[in-house]
């Protein structure tokens, strides 16, 4: 194997636009803001909403002609 062929390898700080920090590593050397982390994002935090299927099932047999067939 080649030698001297991996990048070396900076502890580095992130900072989130809610002011979150954490340490990570990174090939990077400076240090990375970033808009959404784990502590703001709505998926990690629960305050994702839940998306409507109300009608949806419905739309998709009109479309496409589904109808129940009546005995």
Not at 7 to 24: D, L, R, S
Not at 48 to 53: E, M, V
Request: with cysteine.
């Amino acid at each position: 194997m080649k030698t001297n062929t991996h990048p070396e390898i900076h502890e580095i700080n992130v900072t989130c636009a809610c002011g979150a920090t954490f340490k990570t590593k990174s090939t990077k050397k400076e240090d990375i803001e970033v808009e959404v982390c784990s502590e703001c994002h709505p998926f990690y935090t629960g305050k994702q909403g839940k998306t409507s299927t109300a009608g949806k099932i419905e739309k998709f047999n009109r479309k496409y002609n589904l109808n129940k067939k009546e005995n």
